[in-house]
């Protein structure tokens, strides 16, 4: 069975660009994740999608949006880049159900230069 | 809110020494806890999971057991290897939120 997979796995852009990071999810899985994690600040959450619908949100500036397609995958859209949004964006999908384990992408290192 | 905390690292062992890396939790309710581990230049990978109080979970040689009197989760292995190390984070996941909630993750170093 196929995990979960995202690309690109590197990003490279200047500031006040736009960067979209793509995930797929596991077969079966409806609800998708994107977390960041940036150097000495953790993994922070960033957006929960399930059925297409955006269901949960941390505590990130509007910029940082994003939408599930039909197929459950997702796609994270960072607007206005700044150098702070550099870091290791992950992406993780679990069944619909609560309390499901999140099984977690190799993520997409996003560089702003 | 939510809350995880780790103890610092990084953890530097002798190949076959016992590891504990403790884990607190914050959280309204009953959440589910978790560890998950993050190998040199790869995403994240569960390590083991419990869902109710006194609950263990295991996998690899390493525990865990949900204690919800203490509000803990305590990672243990009773002789790690050098290819355990590795970064290790404590989570948590509570009933409407489904966000994990991260500890800041501690590094192990096993040498031979």
């Known amino acids: 069975e196929a995990g979960v997979t995202q690309s690109p796995t590197h990003l490279i852009k200047t500031r006040g660009q736009q960067a979209t990071l793509r995930c797929s999810p596991i077969?079966?899985?409806?609800?998708v994740y994107w977390y960041q994690q940036a150097l000495g600040l953790g993994l922070q959450f960033l957006l929960w999608?399930?059925?297409?619908?955006?269901?949960n949100r941390g505590n990130f500036p509007p910029r940082f949006s994003g939408r599930q397609f039909p197929n459950y995958s997702s796609e994270l859209n960072v607007n206005a880049l700044e150098l702070e949004d550099s870091a290791l964006y992950l992406c993780?999908?679990?069944?619909?159900?609560?309390?499901?384990?999140?099984?977690f992408g190799p993520g997409t290192r996003l560089t702003v230069l | 809110g939510n809350s995880v905390t780790q103890m610092e690292g990084p953890v530097t062992l002798s190949e076959e020494a016992f590891l504990t890396i403790n884990c607190t939790y914050t959280a309204t309710g009953y959440p589910s806890l978790f560890w998950y581990v993050q190998y040199p230049g790869e995403g994240l990978q569960l390590l083991l999971k419990?869902?109710?109080?006194?609950d263990k979970g295991s996998n690899k040689g390493f525990e865990a057991t949900y204690r919800k009197e203490t509000t803990s989760f305590h990672l243990e292995k009773g002789s790690v290897q050098v290819s355990d190390s590795a970064v290790y984070f404590c989570?948590?996941?509570?009933?409407?939120?489904?966000?994990?909630?991260f500890g800041s993750g501690t590094r192990l170093q096993v040498q031979p």
């Open positions: 077969s079966g899985h409806t609800s």
């Open positions: 999608y399930d059925e297409g619908e955006e269901r």
């Open positions: 419990a869902t109710k109080a006194d």
């Open positions: 993780a999908s679990s069944l619909g159900t609560s309390f499901n384990e999140q099984f």
């Open positions: 989570a948590l996941s509570s009933a409407g939120r489904r966000a994990l909630t």
